[in-house]
């Protein structure tokens, strides 16, 4: 009887923590909502503030976050000779979440000799990595950039007397190499991956991607990045497009990390959430027909 009594006692306190669990998570719901239009005014608000916003609008595509940029009187997008030496010595260090990109970068070593760094900027993963990885002097490290950055690139290598590393700004210059290092890369890019890597005279069977922006609930949107005196628009991605635009040219995705430390929140728009960073490696298993 004493059993009974109790067993029937913990079935109502579960079914209580049940109700109170589902009224607190509508209590939330709606406060969520209405607090939403107030974040809005107050993220609107901030284009009034003087002080230096890192996020800056929300647009549906890259011309249009450009074309606000040369209307307020900015630097638009990265291809300015201003913009190359900003954050470099801190970006040659190794972050957190380059080990993801230095593991898969060992475990290929033995079977790949090469790379093509899209986006590389002036080296920033080479002199970072090249101590860790160990290599030699006639690995080949290709970096592709806009051409002021690759230019800026080129003189600063050679002023640090660094032969190994090769710059390109037009694609149909690229070797064909068995990596294709992405770090960084997407959020600057203004198409699919796929596009870019159409235009390389052989699909690179190994795609390395890091520090990936997407939108939590899948909707594209475009931003406005300050760096330096520069505005450079900033895109947040659809995670499932991405990788069906991958999977449609034949690769298979081997691996995924999470980068929480890299989720960013618009300042003028707070309402659109934080972003989600992530990093891949795809192997590529067929080829297209």
């Known amino acids: 009887m004493l059993q009974t009594d109790y067993e029937g006692t913990a079935r109502r306190a579960v079914f209580v923590k049940r109700i109170a669990r589902t009224v607190f998570r509508g209590l939330e719901a709606g406060l969520g909502q209405a607090v939403k239009p107030a974040r809005a005014l107050g993220g609107r608000l901030r284009y009034l503030s003087p002080l230096p916003r890192r996020f800056t609008g929300a647009y549906r595509s890259f ?70 990885l160990d290599l030699s002097d006639s690995y080949p490290w290709v970096i592709y950039e806009l051409p002021e950055i690759a230019e800026a690139g080129r003189r600063r290598a050679a002023q640090e007397g660094i032969m190994q590393l090769r710059f390109i700004d037009d694609l149909s210059a690229a070797p064909v190499l068995p990596v294709f290092l992405g770090s960084g890369l997407m959020q600057y890019l203004d198409r699919p991956l796929s596009s870019l890597l159409s235009e390389l005279p052989r699909l690179p069977p190994h795609l390395l991607l890091n520090k990936v922006s997407f939108r939590r609930d899948g909707k594209p949107v475009v931003t406005l990045e300050r760096i330096g005196g520069a505005y450079v628009p900033y895109q947040m991605r659809d995670e499932a497009s991405f990788v069906q635009d991958l999977q449609r040219l034949g690769y298979e995705q081997v691996d995924r990390w999470s980068i929480p430390a890299l989720s960013h929140v618009i300042d003028t728009h707070p309402e659109l959430g934080p972003s989600e960073s992530a990093g891949f490696y795809f192997r590529l298993t067929h080829r297209r027909t």
């Open 63 to 132: 011309e249009e976050a450009n074309a606000a940029a040369h209307n307020a009187g900015r630097l638009a997008g990265y291809n300015h000779k201003e913009v190359a030496p900003v954050s470099f010595d801190e970006m040659c260090k190794v972050a957190p979440w380059d080990y993801p990109v230095l593991f898969w970068l060992a475990r290929l070593r033995d079977e790949t000799e090469g790379l093509l760094d899209a986006g590389g900027h002036m080296g920033t993963k080479f002199r970072a990595f090249r101590g860790l």
